[in-house]
């Protein structure tokens, strides 16, 4: 039982480039959610989605994408990274008595 | 929308000393409560959650945290604190929100615990 795995661990980008964070399931949990850590700001949520098909925003959404294609799968687009989104990233999934975290993903953006 | 306020943003102590890191929510309905705690270089465990029925929590590795409805809060202790748990802890509320049940934290407070 793998619960939520994240793809990468590590990531570096340059300003301007491109990349999808990917995270999946094993769970079939309906609710997904990522997140960005940031030091002495606690995880705040990016997206997350309700279920399969669908999709929020959540506290700061700007400069990300997410889809949810199905219900296992809920990847977060960065279009064109910035410095600003040089963060921790974690995509988790929920029952209501629990939330399951993966294990993260640390991005720089140079 | 609910929110969720940690007021202790770093907190030192010495082994066997005791613990208590406050942790207040804003929201007018029913909420679910977590504390998750993360250890150096790792990702969220769950410490402990309270839904319903007796207040007091008991969870992992000693601590509890009390739900006093009247107050909002939700707050961790432990009597008695080891090096081994140095580490972030974060409060969490889950509330429904537009008929969703939406996870949020708090700002985390950071324990160091010299030996």
């Known amino acids: 039982n793998a619960g939520v795995t994240q793809t990468p661990k590590f990531q570096v980008l340059k300003t301007g480039q491109s990349m999808t964070l990917q995270c999946a399931q094993d769970m079939n949990h309906n609710s997904m959610y990522w997140y960005r850590q940031d030091p002495g700001m606690g995880l705040r949520l990016i997206y997350y989605?309700?279920?399969?098909?669908?999709?929020d925003k959540g506290e700061v959404p700007n400069g990300y994408n997410v889809s949810r294609l199905n219900k296992r799968e809920f990847s977060l687009r960065l279009e064109s990274a910035a410095p600003s989104q040089t963060s921790v990233y974690f995509c988790?999934?929920?029952?209501?008595?629990?939330?399951?975290f993966g294990q993260g993903t640390r991005l720089t953006v140079v | 929308a609910q929110s969720v306020s940690q007021h202790n943003h770093h907190v030192i102590l010495s082994e066997a000393a005791s613990l208590e890191l406050g942790c207040n929510y804003s929201?007018?309905?029913?909420?679910?409560l977590f504390w998750y705690v993360q250890y150096p270089g790792q990702h969220l465990q769950l410490l402990l959650k309270y839904f319903s029925g007796d207040p007091l929590v008991k969870g992992i590795k000693g601590f509890e945290a009390e739900f006093i409805k009247s107050k909002f809060s939700f707050n961790l202790r432990k009597p008695s604190v080891q090096w081994s748990d140095t580490a972030e802890y974060f409060c969490?509320?889950?509330?429904?929100?537009?008929?969703?049940?939406?996870?949020?934290f708090g700002t985390g407070t950071r324990l160091l615990v010299s030996p």
């Open positions: 969490a509320v889950n509330a429904w929100d537009t008929g969703f049940q939406k996870l949020v």
């Open positions: 988790a999934s929920t029952r209501p008595s629990e939330a399951f």
């Open positions: 929201y007018g309905g029913t909420v679910n």
């Open positions: 989605s309700a279920s399969e098909g669908t999709t």
